[in-house]
């Protein structure tokens, strides 16, 4: 019964198809429609937040070129949208590269990162972090502001590692509250709101929001105000609150309308534009999307063309111009492919698909289907899988295949339920992290009207009663002090004594370890390279016949591989990167002969460390990933170190089968490196699930001198 309502369903749809053309289809895209605008939203918002308002002029902002991350000279591409941008960076190089260091060249080297922002990532977040070393070997306080309020945020955001740009945020926060600095207090607080957006917990956003925005008013910069303004309109419009977007997005373009060609009144006019289109204002969002066009082909934003070439597509959708709306997504595809933007890349081929079906195209629409959905499987892009299996549904319906239709519906709505949930529990996480808040908070207050009130029966006591306890319980206390004192003392020598013995047996080992590795290269090594000479020079002096000539050989076939072999096994007891070079590049050394499998990422200071906390860390790391290769069957591992001046701290992660924490383990590896941490009073950490995979987290410290 089920089957033939389905059956008849599709044939009234088809029918109309036939009937009134692309019209039926397009009323079912304007619902899949919202999914993408979330995501381009989310982009303008973090664009929007990279705007850097203390530049002397708005043309250096949203510059991007293609160049290597410590260049001094550029050379501009021949597809650049505005090659004047070249000349200017260019210049900014040659002048990064005799500076004096000093706070001018942080700020030199965080402008040159800003140019990059919009076209390589990777070059961007190496002048950030150039400018935020040399900012904290300064200990300057507005550098720290620059890297925690910029792009650097922005990037590790749209890399997935939110929570670590707000804890960047948070610490810069916590400095400018101590120095009572509004300015930057209002723009971190601006710049974690988008952090929560991005996490998709509105309500905290708009919260961070409202607190920014007294801030911003009582300051004389307008235009950092009109930004926030369409901050807080882009979150009302992610909440489909879109009368509010509207109203907020025209408080910002009153300012930003007195400067026509910066920048920073592009984002106002694509959010606007984003709402009049959920309202059906199309003529009236297409002028204000070809006007953010102009703006960002000025300032050389691709970032920006890129999400208004989405919107000026759909409006053609919904005016059903399907040459329009296929030159514009074949624009985002361009800009995409180019940008690796691999969210819009599927859109674009998705939409150019839907195209390719109105024209009865229906052979091509079918291959742009299939490069979106390789590309949201890829990537897990679950908004994009339910457009794409829509679209497979109508290209089936449209050439009759109904036996075919209804699986791909169903597939599509299964996609729609699971993204449902997924927003009902980001909702509920944002919820219950509130309530916490809330209830530390009244926890708090009970504390302090309970001392109050202990205070005030204190008083009442009398001040003999109170004097005669008060020398009871301090002579109690002193007792009680001293005998916790004596018992610390025995503790901490027994500790000291213990980690003593810990690390002259580690010490040893060490010792050993480069005593055997020099012993195998050295010795060993010689005397196997010196037969292999001498074989080869016995072997030109007498005449063999061709089975002796193959199994001599032979021979010296097994003596090659007994020296690789050798080596090898001297690599590992000691690898000689370690001792020459330090302790990053004997890490990316081991890490990269298990690529891809094995990911490593180093942050921060680059300076040598004592070579005992570099064998440890090395040691550390060796023994967890290769525990993690044998039993945890692990197809991604991530290695990441992050050195301070007076701090290390490194972790291993894998998406593996995970360990019971409680349950006891006959490997000797991990109590190994928990032996070793602990003779340098360091700190780890192991979070791990059965099923959930396993991560470690090691920090060891040191005193500066």
Known sequence: MLNEKCFNFVQKKIKLYHEIGNKIIIMEINAKFKWTVVFCVAILMLLAAGCNFNRKSDKQQGKNQDIMPIDSVFTASADSVNPVWSHKLDSMLRVAATAKQDTNLAKLYYDIAGIYFNDNYEKAKAYFLKSKDLSEKLDWNKGRYLFAAGNYCNILEREGLIDSAIVIQQKALEIAK?????????????????????????????????????????????????????????????????????????????????????????????????????????????NNLLEAKRISTLNNNKSLLLSIYYFLSAIAERKYDLNMAEMYSLKVLEIATELNDRINYCNSCESLGE??????????????????????????????????????????????????????????????????????????????????????????????????????????????????MAAFFFLWRWTIQKRKLAENKNKQLEQEKQLVATQ????????????????????????????????????????????????????????????QEMRRIAHHLMPDSLSRFGLKPAVEDFCRSFAPTVVFDYFGDKTRLDPLIEIVVYRSIYELVNNA?????????????????????????????????????????????????????????????????????????????
Not at 660 to 681: F, M, P, V, W
């Open 178 to 286: 101590r120095e009572t600095n509004d300015y930057w207090i209002g723009q971190i607080l601006s710049n974690i709101g988008i952090s929560y957006f991005y996490k998709n917990w509105n309500k905290t956003a708009l919260d961070y929001y409202n607190e920014a925005l007294p801030l911003y008013e009582k300051q004389s910069d307008k235009y950092k105000l009109a930004n926030l303004y369409h901050l807080i309109g882009t979150v009302y419009g992610n909440m489909e609150m879109f009368d509010e977007e509207i109203s907020y997005s025209e408080k910002a373009l009153d300012i930003l309308n007195e400067k026509p060609d910066t920048i920073l009144r592009a984002y106002p006019l694509i959010g606007y534009a984003c709402a009049l289109i959920m309202k059906q204002q199309l003529d009236k969002a297409e």
């Open 355 to 468: 195209i390719e079906m109105f024209k009865g195209n229906f052979n091509q629409a079918e291959e742009y289907a299939r490069k979106a959905l390789e590309t949201a499987d890829k990537y897990d892009i679950l908004g994009g899988k339910e457009n794409i299996y829509l679209l497979f549904s109508y290209l089936l319906a449209a050439r009759h295949d109904f036996r075919n239709h209804l699986p791909y519906v169903m597939k599509a709505d299964s996609i729609k339920n699971i993204l449902t949930s997924e927003q009902t529990m980001e909702y509920a996480k944002e919820m219950e992290a509130k309530y916490e808040s809330e209830k530390k908070e009244l926890k708090i207050t009970a504390l302090e009207k309970e001392k109050q009130l202990m205070i005030w029966l204190s008083i009442a006591g009398g001040a003999v009663l109170l004097l005669a």
């Open 504 to 563: 002259a047996v580690l010490d040893g080992e060490t010792q050993e370890r480069s005593r055997l590795a020099r012993d195998l290269h050295d010795g060993l090594g010689s005397m196997l390279t010196g037969v292999k000479l001498n074989l080869m020079e016995m072997k030109k002096g007498v005449k063999l016949e061709y089975p002796d000539v193959e199994r001599f050989d032979k021979a010296l076939g097994l003596l090659d591989n007994s020296v």
């Open 629 to 705: 290769l044998k039993y945890s069957g692990a197809s991604q591992i991530l290695v990441q170190i992050m050195q301070e001046s007076n701090r290390i701290a490194f972790t291993v992660q894998d998406d593996g089968c995970g360990f019971d924490l409680s349950a006891e383990t006959k490997g000797t590896g991990l109590q190994n490196i928990r032996d070793r941490i602990a003779s340098y009073n360091g700190v780890i950490n192991i979070d791990s699930k059965a099923g959930e995979g396993t991560e470690v987290n090691i920090e060891l410290k040191w005193k500066q001198d």
